[in-house]
């Protein structure tokens, strides 16, 4: 009770809730428990190693959601009841999937509000996209080999995990409670010293690459307090901002929208520096023989500094989850012969999987509405010589770069609107205080811009043969 005074007060003086400076705390405590896997128990044996990792995650859990922890438990031990009964088979997949989202879901009704919630169903929804993937990849080790893409091929796992590793993998101290998502062969070639010092048993030299990334962490989360002080959740839903001129609402809704961002990308780069100090992080070598670091790899700073149209958010906000949706999901779905059908049905897994508020939905639908306009427009540019010249003009290429960077800055803060407020009246009410400005530009794109447009640009430029 003393310690958690201790931080109830600390939080209150700082302006933030109790749950969030414990799970700040945890996530700084990666740092420590990396040096201590390094010293005392890196390259000895692997059952040592795994009773490490879900001693020291359990412990980081239980002292954020307390007796929760036990639906954590529960969800890995049912995957492995199942894997083990099943093997690797369609069914096992099929149960798993079905299991562990249907059980975050439940947890979902029960204990979310109208809030961010900082409860058990955040590690548990980190949770369920390991277990199933560990399901998916035992399943793709029992095909025949040539029939698995280049990228399953690196994760299938021939051999059922054992207890000790469902539990290792899944309660990893580092990516636990906030990801990143690695998956269970990376785990295991880690274990098992693949990733150490050339020639040794040693641990990799990572640490300057690991300072780099808590640097990087510390920054945005400075930066994130620093945009919080100008624009807050609350005030885009004030009389006050919805009387400002236009030009100052889409700046502060742009500033609003990077800053809600900063949030995540400040706690990615942590545990993904801690990740990295423990070695999980290894990526093979570059041209130079260099070790490269980006094995679980979150958040793309330089593309997402530099975006020019929201597909490369994509490729840069949240990739281990997006390769996961990707690899899991869309790819699997390749049945449709649609790849807007998989497209939506991947999005909406992702909105499905981040609960049951409404405003998770229009994000996605947002995020859809936005790569179909973006596609279309390229399509038309490509398929029209006098746009393709036009847009070619090197002396409009500053011009339009600049354009394109106010463009992704202050729409994406659009999208962000109903995935951060929620609640369907909050969300309204902050789209009518922004002029509708997303409604305007992207849903009356297939409905009144592109039919016009390709009407006056129509397809002049014969496709080469392939």
């Not at 007060?9 to 799970?23: H, N, V, Y």
């Not at 624009?231 to 609402?249: A, H, I, M, Q």
């Not at 790849?339 to 499905?352: E, M």
């Amino acid at each position: 009770m003393e310690n958690a005074s201790i931080v109830n007060k600390l939080s209150e003086s700082i302006g933030t809730t109790e749950p969030a400076l414990k799970l700040l705390f945890t996530i700084f405590a990666g740092y420590p428990l990396a040096l201590i896997h390094r010293k005392y128990v890196y390259g000895k044996e692997a059952s040592l190693q795994h009773l490490f990792f879900i001693l020291s995650g359990f412990s980081l859990g239980y002292w954020n959601y307390g007796r929760d922890m036990y639906h954590c438990v529960f969800t890995t031990f049912f995957t492995y009841c199942t894997l083990l009964l099943l093997n690797g088979t369609a069914s096992a997949v099929a149960v798993t999937f079905i299991f562990n989202l249907g059980y975050l879901l439940t947890g979902y009704y029960f204990s979310s509000t109208q809030n961010y919630d900082i409860n058990w169903t955040m590690p548990q929804c980190i949770l369920v996209l390991r277990l199933i993937a560990v399901a998916f990849d035992y399943y793709d080790g029992q095909q025949p080999i040539e029939q698995l893409s280049s990228e399953n091929k690196k994760v299938a796992l021939q051999k059922r995990p054992s207890i000790l590793e469902m539990f290792g993998h899944a309660f990893f101290p580092t990516s636990f409670l906030v990801g990143p998502q690695f998956s269970m062969k990376r785990y295991q070639e880690f274990v098992a010293g693949k990733y150490s010092r050339k020639g040794t048993n040693l641990p990799p030299d990572c640490a300057e690459e690991s300072i780099r990334r808590l640097c990087m962490g510390v920054f945005y989360l400075i930066v994130f307090q620093v945009l919080g002080c100008f624009v807050t959740d609350e005030y885009l839903l004030t009389e006050e901002f919805g009387n400002r001129n236009f030009f100052k609402r889409m700046l502060l809704m742009g500033t609003w929208g990077r800053y809600t961002l900063y949030k995540y990308i400040s706690c990615w780069l942590l545990t993904e520096g801690s990740c990295i100090l423990f070695g999980l992080a290894y990526n093979g070598e570059d041209e130079k023989g260099e070790p490269k670091w980006n094995g679980v790899e979150n958040i793309r700073v330089d593309i997402f500094e530099n975006t020019t149209e929201f597909g490369e958010y994509i490729q840069s906000f949240n990739v281990n989850t997006n390769h996961w949706v990707a690899q899991y999901v869309y790819k699997r779905l390749k049945f449709l012969g649609n790849r807007y059908l998989s497209q939506i049905a991947a999005l909406l897994f992702l909105a499905v999987w981040h609960g049951f508020h409404s405003g998770y939905y229009v994000c996605f639908f947002f995020e859809f509405a936005t790569m179909y306009m973006e596609r279309d427009i390229k399509s038309l540019v490509k398929s029209n010589e006098t746009l393709t010249k036009f847009f070619a003009l090197p002396q409009l290429q500053t011009p339009i770069q600049v354009v394109l960077r106010i463009y992704t800055f202050v729409l994406m803060g659009w999208c962000l609107l109903p995935f951060a407020l929620f609640d369907f009246r909050s969300y309204l009410q902050a789209f009518a205080n922004c002029s509708y400005v997303g409604v305007i530009v992207f849903c009356f794109w297939p409905i009144i811009y592109a039919p016009i447009l390709k009407l006056v640009f129509k397809k002049n430029k014969v496709r080469k043969a392939e």
